[in-house]
């Protein structure tokens, strides 16, 4: 052991309150993002008498790591004074927080090491567990509590920046939305200029179109009124008219890129785990090289294309960001490239894809085997409005501004998470 190393359990007690009030309510459960969630448990007939307490600052664990992948479910109480968890579970504490801060022992948590020591550790038959002695034998730095409050007070500052740009790209994807709402299912985009005086009222201009006496007709599809000269059609129609070019994903069975050989620099290779909040993770992402991505067939993406994902994680859209050259997808992801800008933007069709509708009937639509999938065939059969060009046009230069100033805060928070992970890699050095 190195010598500003100690085993965790000179520190740390197990905590076994159980909920002789009965109560009922903050019932929690512990996922591998390493925080408390609410439980998805089927509490009938449930006695909650046996779940037991956990109070601020304690931590919580689930001792079975063997259905978990790599990583290690453990969580310390922030948000709440106290809650319930599983009698599964595994509750513990610091016995004195002017030895080890808890914050600094959670940072500790967190870190790859740590889970790739939990499963390297865990042992067992049937279900392979974590148990209290191997937590107790955890070897980690201690250094002063002061030096351990300034490496929190560092990580604090910037999840607390993560945490505040989350909440406003989520502001900034609803407002997106709130206007694709307003626009194109309620119908009521501003009236403008070139219509209002092709009626003859040019005192409508700016005005909501359909609550201002727009034209309208009937959709038989939808079996509602939309407005005069907009279309109800299917992305096949979109194809087969030149709007889009062929939706394609990206190579499947024995030419998919084998995980040896991709490389640290080279063609992103995009998995829908890459796609997140809009944007496409080129940082995170895995590389092939030139030469290989030559040899497939299909899966080329190109900047301004937009990205949806159609299998297991589905739904999530981005659109591709300027790149060298191309970018190279899993069959996990499909892309839609605009070849009629007139009729089409990134923008709109970004916005389109996120809408709640859409991702309701795109979700919904797929076949339901071992994961959800939903086919580039199938995806040709969603049906969707087609707007006049002008209502595109001037919905996209509305919105321009809110998805790009939305991608550079996602690119901020991809930077800080760095960041994160290099304050944790300086605990080793404490």
């Known amino acids: 052991m190195r010598s500003n190393y100690k085993k965790l359990g000179q520190f740390i007690q197990v905590v076994d309150t159980r909920n002789k009030e009965n109560r009922k309510d903050n019932l929690l459960g512990v996922s591998t993002q390493k925080v408390f969630i609410d439980s998805v448990a089927n509490t009938v007939g449930t006695d909650f008498k046996k779940y037991k307490i956990v109070r601020k600052h ?149 005005m909501p179109y359909k609550s201002s006496g727009g034209e309208m007709e009937l959709c038989a599809e939808l079996e509602k009124d939309i407005p005069l000269s907009w279309r109800y059609v299917s992305i096949q129609t979109l194809i087969d008219s030149d709007v889009l070019e062929k939706n394609q994903d990206g190579n499947h ?99 389109l894809f996120s809408e709640q509708g859409f991702q309701h009937r795109f979700c919904s639509d797929g076949e339901q085997s071992t994961r959800s999938y939903l086919g580039i065939t199938n995806q040709r059969k969603l049906q969707v409005i087609l707007p006049s060009s002008d209502a595109v046009s001037r919905f996209s230069s509305t919105v321009q501004q809110l998805l790009n100033y939305k991608i550079c805060i996602v690119q901020e928070s991809c930077i800080l998470r760095k960041m994160l992970m290099l304050l944790n890699s300086r605990m080793s050095k404490a």
């Open 253 to 351: 069975g024995e030419i998919h890129p084998k995980s040896s050989e991709f490389v640290e620099s080279g063609i992103p290779f995009v998995m829908a785990n890459d796609v997140n909040n809009g944007v496409i993770d080129l940082d995170s992402c895995k590389f092939i090289t030139k030469e290989r991505a030559e040899k497939l067939r299909i899966g080329f993406a190109k900047a301004g294309d937009v990205l949806i994902t159609h299998k297991a994680t589905m739904g999530r859209v981005g659109i591709v960001p300027e790149v060298d050259d191309y970018i190279m997808l899993t069959p996990q992801v499909t892309y839609y490239r605009i070849k009629d800008s007139k009729q089409l933007t990134k923008e709109f069709l970004y916005c």
């Open 58 to 206: 304690q931590f919580t664990y689930v001792p079975d790591t063997s259905r978990r992948g790599d990583k290690m479910g453990i969580a310390m109480l922030e948000s709440l004074d106290q809650a319930l968890v599983s009698q599964a579970y595994t509750v513990f504490e610091v016995k004195d927080s002017n030895q080890i801060d808890p914050e600094y022992l959670m940072m500790w948590f967190r870190r790859p090491e740590f889970d790739r020591y939990a499963r390297f550790k865990s042992h067992g038959s049937v279900r392979e567990i974590f148990d209290w002695q191997e937590m107790c034998d955890v070897e980690l730095p201690v250094p002063p509590i002061e030096k351990q409050r300034e490496i929190v007070r560092e990580y604090n500052v910037v999840n607390n920046r993560i945490a505040l740009n989350e909440q406003l790209t989520q502001k900034l994807e609803d407002t997106a939305q709130a206007l694709y709402k307003q626009w194109f299912v309620d119908f009521e985009f501003p009236i403008s200029k070139e219509y209002a005086q092709s009626i003859g009222k040019p005192e409508l201009e700016g």
